[in-house]
């Protein structure tokens, strides 16, 4: 059966594991913007409540350390795609902070409109938060290997989650893919980004490029980066995947 075909996919939907964090955590984090300071997205006390161990979760020094493998790529790379069927075949969860705000926008709650607010006026969420987020979400699973799709984004991202962590990731997925390749696939996507024509999406590539050089030399540098070329048909990238998946994180049997 095609790993694309319609049945194919209502597999992938009902098995994606993309972990939520709650809503009760962006809350803290909104609830720290106010009107007369709209400059400033996050204040110092909504960093430390995001990234500061709830008295439910375990501590950093207490949560069990994760294999964690970051998939970086451009857009329209097939990320989401390729995770999707790790997840599915290997049980593996993988989980975005950018999809979760967006699922929390779409939801039309009270907080994603104030988050949807921000990002409008062209503010960013501190890497900080972010990386809090990704801690919440690997404490809740007892899996000991999670894939973060589209993280790290720069080297403030790197620091500040080595540094927040206090480990590093086990291996960076790149998907490389031709900017044509991306641009075409974005184009016909059309999954409800205004800003999916030509001109921004050669930007976001241009940008994804820019940020992400010295970290993947950095990377490079001591041997994590793994590169798969996603200039083919799905199929033909997941075998390629799915073979390094078993390689590196399957157990052999004795």
């Given amino acids: 059966m095609s790993l694309v075909g ?4 209502r597999q992938l939907c009902q098995s994606r594991q993309i972990f939520r964090c709650s809503r009760s955590c962006l809350k803290g ?3 720290q913007v106010r009107s007369r300071n709209r ?3 996050v204040t110092g006390q909504a960093v430390q409540m995001v990234t500061a161990p709830s008295q439910e979760a375990p501590t950093q020094q207490e949560a069990a350390k994760k294999r964690v493998v970051f998939v970086v790529g451009g857009p329209g790379s097939g990320k989401g795609t390729q995770c999707d069927l790790i997840s599915r075949d290997f049980s593996v ?3 975005s902070a950018g999809e979760l705000i967006r699922s929390l926008i779409a939801s039309g709650c009270a907080e994603g409109k104030q988050l949807q607010d921000i990002i409008l006026q062209g503010q960013i969420i501190p890497s900080a938060v972010t990386v809090g987020l990704l801690q919440k979400a690997m ?3 007892s899996s000991d290997t999670v894939l973060i799709d589209g993280f790290p984004r720069n080297t403030e991202n790197r620091t500040v989650w080595q540094s927040q962590v206090g480990y590093d990731c086990e291996m960076v997925l790149l998907f490389d ?3 044509e390749v991306m641009l075409q696939r974005l184009q016909q996507r059309r999954d409800g980004r205004v800003d999916d024509n030509e001109d921004t999406i050669r930007k976001r590539v ?3 490029k820019s940020q992400m050089a010295p970290v993947l030399d950095y990377y490079r540098s001591i041997g994590k980066v793994t590169t798969i070329n996603t200039d083919r048909p799905v199929e033909d990238i997941y075998s390629e995947l799915s073979n390094i ?3 590196r994180f399957v157990p052999t049997s004795p």
């Avoid at 319609?6 to 996919?9: F, I, L, N, S």
Wanted: hydrophobic letters at 45%; a neutral charge; glycine letters at 8%.
């Fill in 39 to 41: 400059h400033r997205v």
């Fill in 139 to 141: 404490a809740e699973t």
């Fill in 177 to 179: 893919c031709p900017v």
């Fill in 206 to 208: 241009q940008n994804f």
């Fill in 93 to 95: 969860p993988f989980f």
């Fill in 6 to 9: 319609e049945a194919g996919m």
């Fill in 29 to 31: 984090l909104l609830g």
């Fill in 245 to 247: 998946w078993r390689q």
